[in-house]
């Protein structure tokens, strides 16, 4: 009988674990998108710095830090970069596709690019018109050469002014001259020189005159006796 009854138990269930329920996943959310007011502020404040540069390159040729071929490349790009922002900001568009006009560090290559570098020197004893020495690729010829130094020395009006201590030649060179008191060095240069350049080769030149007086002063002048220190700035600006 037990055991009839034993088999009529009903089984018991084992308890089935529940599994927590997940919160539903939230939406992503969508990735935020530039301001225009914020895109259109920095785009002013960007054009109120192209034209600063402007203005300062303006002095800067004033000054003579800057030739006329870094100026006009200068200028050009700044004046790209201004008419883009200015005709994004009058299309009221809210893309951002000024920025690709504003390269701010293009503007040091462009000015790398066309600074003036010194090709060679000639330095030429006052007295006699001889070429105590060249230096680098002082490639003019002296059929050429003496007659502009002449030139120079006599500072004729019409073809040097009163103040002008360059001049352009052939090949686009500019040739520089500089007076001392017993020799003259002229400078070639590959481009224009800008206005702190030739005053640059006054303190070079001085120093040159300087270290080698005692030779100077007593002619005839021996080339092999004297030191220059141009040969240090070939190919500088």
Known sequence: MRDWFRRRQPAQKTPVAR???QPPAPHPEPPAQPSPIAGRLEAVQYLERVKAKMARLAEEFAAGTVNRAQFQELFQH?????RTIETWLESDRDSES???AASEGKSVIIRRAHEAAVLGYAVYENDSGI????????EIDPALAIPMLSSYRSATQEIFGASVRSTQIEGGRWVCF????YTTLMALFNTEPAG??????EELHTLF?????PFLQAPPVDPERLVFPHSLFLGRS
Do not use: C, D, H, M
């Open 131 to 138: 070429p105590l020495s060249t230096i680098g690729r002082f």
């Open 78 to 82: 700044y004046q790209n970069e201004r």
């Open 178 to 181: 500089v007076s001392g008191e």
């Open 19 to 21: 599994q927590p329920v």
């Open 209 to 213: 005159e300087q270290a080698n007086r």
């Open 196 to 201: 702190r350049q030739l005053g640059s080769l």
């Open 98 to 100: 000024w920025k690709k």
